[in-house]
């Protein structure tokens, strides 16, 4: 796999699923970023599918203002079938209300296993 898919796939769950506010766009990008039986793992616990997915990321842009957007906050690293993203999430051009990092499982092109993990 190449760097440039793996990037693709990272940026796609970012930008094109967890802060996209269009549902259609967010359940389209979805369906070409991960697996059918992906499995999503946050704080709150594990969810198994596309439309789990979708459905989580609903849940969390329906909680924040219209402003919120995701964005990088760092390298992305990858290797072995693995890959990492770190980002934050708050108000466009403001302080960052949440941090994290995306740790991914891809096979087949796709991501199959996605770990978020929060700055305490």
């Known amino acids: 796999m190449t760097d440039d898919v ?7 769950n970012l ?3 967890f ?11 979805a369906g070409r970023t991960y697996a059918d039986d992906v499995v999503f793992t946050d704080p709150e616990g594990s969810v198994t599918g596309v439309d789990a997915v979708v459905a989580k990321a609903a849940e969390l ?3 924040v ?5 995701f964005a990088e906050a760092g390298p992305l690293y990858e290797g072995a079938g693995q ?8 108000p466009e051009g ?17 991501i199959t296993e996605l ?6």
């Open 65 to 69: 203002p219209a402003t919120f957007v």
């Open 83 to 90: 890959a990492a993203l770190a980002w934050t999430f708050g």
């Open 6 to 12: 793996v990037a693709a796939l990272m940026r796609a």
């Open 19 to 29: 802060g996209q506010r269009d549902a259609a766009a967010r359940l389209e990008s």
């Open 115 to 120: 770990r978020t993990l929060l700055v305490g």
């Open 15 to 17: 930008l094109g699923v």
């Open 61 to 63: 842009l329906g909680k």
């Open 94 to 110: 403001g302080e960052p209300a949440a941090r994290g990092i995306d740790i991914a499982t891809i096979a087949g092109g796709r």
